[in-house]
Every structure is written in structure tokens, then in C-alpha cells.
């Protein structure tokens, strides 16, 4: 059971929009702790897509965006692109538990 | 280009050690802080263990706390994590992962070493 909430999966169209939530509490998002983002795709290392809720690394498109409310927080991908069916996970830090935490994933499906 | 290195993974039988080490190149290391995060067959990501950029202070997921340590070499721009008293649910793909100047994100991660604990 991870300590971050994760849909197991989603999925979407080419060109659609999609969203992956990211729910977590009073001692984590809602500690006021940054939310981070990491895209996984099959058979590699995860890579950083978004971090400090909604910043981008440079060379990750601007159709992925980040947000934060309370305690969770939010991916979206506009446009999706075929090269977009991945793993992606969130992740923040827990203050009772002195660690970084991740949620447990959502596999993206374009259909 | 920052480039992470991880090696030493291997078969181990329960209650048995390892010692995973990470060779880091393209930054300087001494300036920042490392992870190691894990991942089991199939299952999602999992951090295990944090050392500051000059190794004063370490942290552990509860899970690993007491069996594992975490170490670095700042002369041989090397990280490593100490595993001992393995168990089966320990059986996973091994990141070395680096941190920020600031911030509790990852934002560069190795390619992984496969750590399998079986009889």
C-alpha cells in the first residue's frame, strides 16, 4: 500500500487529454511538501517530467503540466502522442517518515 | 552529461549480504545528495535510502532500516549501499539516484543493477 494514491491505470486517444491524480495527506501534499512527476517507459530507468508541483526540466514537452491543491496533486497531458504510454509516478516527501515517498504508478494506455 | 553507473548486483540466498556500488560522472559529486530507490518485478518505485552530499547524515525507508547502509566515497565519486540480512521481498532493480542543490526530488537516475534473493 503506498503512502501516495495512484489510479492503476488510464488511458486516452491520440490528440486527447489526459489527467493522473495524485492523492495523499496532512503529513505529505499536505504538509505543504512538493508534488514530483517521473515518466517510466517500458524497460528503462524512470526519467523527472515535472518538478516542484509544476516545473518542467528542460527537454519535457510543455504538453505535460503539474498541479497541486490540498492534498493531492495532478499530471496532465495534452495531445497525447503514442510515445506517451508509460508508467508515471508521483512523489513527495513524508514528514513522519523522514523520507521521500512515491505513489504506486499509473500505467497510460494510448489507444 | 551526468552519468550513473550502478554494479554488484547478483543472486544471494535469505540472510545473505551485498554490496551495490554506483560510479558517478559528469557533476561534481561532493556537491550533492544521493538516493538509492528500488523497484520490484512488476510493482512500482520504492526509495530506500538518502546520504547528504558529504555524508553526515543518512536516512532509510522503514523497511530497510538496521539491515541496510548507505555510504559514499566522495574521492572516487562512488555511492554505495551496504545490504545485509536479505529477505525474498527484497528481490528488486536497484536505482542509484541523484539529488538537487535544492529540493526533495530526483532529478538524474542510473540505469539499475538487478538484486535477486532466492534459495
Known amino acids: 500500500q503506498s503512502v501516495l494514491t495512484q489510479p492503476p491505470s488510464v488511458s486516452g486517444a491520440p490528440g486527447q487529454r489526459v489527467t493522473i491524480s495524485c492523492i495523499g495527506s496532512?503529513?505529505?501534499?499536505?504538509?505543504?511538501?512538493?508534488v514530483h512527476w517521473y515518466q517510466q517507459l517500458p524497460g528503462t530507468a524512470p526519467r523527472l517530467l515535472i518538478y516542484?508541483?509544476?516545473f518542467r526540466p528542460s527537454g519535457v514537452p510543455d504538453r505535460f503540466s503539474g498541479s497541486k491543491s490540498g492534498t493531492s496533486a495532478s499530471l496532465a497531458i495534452t495531445g497525447l502522442q503514442a510515445e506517451d504510454e508509460a508508467d508515471y509516478y508521483c512523489?513527495?516527501?513524508?514528514?513522519?517518515?523522514?523520507?521521500?515517498?512515491f505513489g504506486g504508478g499509473t500505467k497510460l494506455t494510448v489507444l | 552529461q551526468v552519468h550513473l553507473v550502478e554494479s554488484g548486483g547478483g543472486v544471494v540466498q535469505p540472510g545473505g549480504s551485498l554490496r551495490l556500488s554506483c560510479v558517478a560522472s559528469g557533476f561534481t559529486f561532493n556537491f550533492y545528495g544521493m538516493h538509492w530507490v528500488r523497484q520490484a518485478p512488476g510493482k512500482g518505485l520504492e526509495w530506500v535510502a538518502f546520504i547528504r552530499y558529504d555524508g553526515s547524515n543518512e536516512t532509510f525507508a522503514d523497511s530497510v532500516k538496521g539491515r541496510f547502509t548507505i555510504s559514499r566515497d566522495n574521492t572516487k565519486n562512488t555511492l554505495f549501499l551496504q545490504m545485509s540480512s536479505l529477505r525474498a521481498e527484497d528481490t528488486a532493480i536497484y536505482y542509484c539516484a541523484k539529488a538537487p542543490n535544492l529540493g526533495t526530488y530526483i532529478d538524474y537516475w542510473g540505469q539499475g543493477t538487478l538484486v535477486t534473493v532466492s534459495s
Open positions: 496532512s503529513s505529505n501534499i499536505g504538509a505543504g511538501f512538493d
Open positions: 512523489q513527495s516527501y513524508n514528514g513522519s517518515l523522514s523520507g521521500r515517498v
Open positions: 516542484g508541483n509544476s
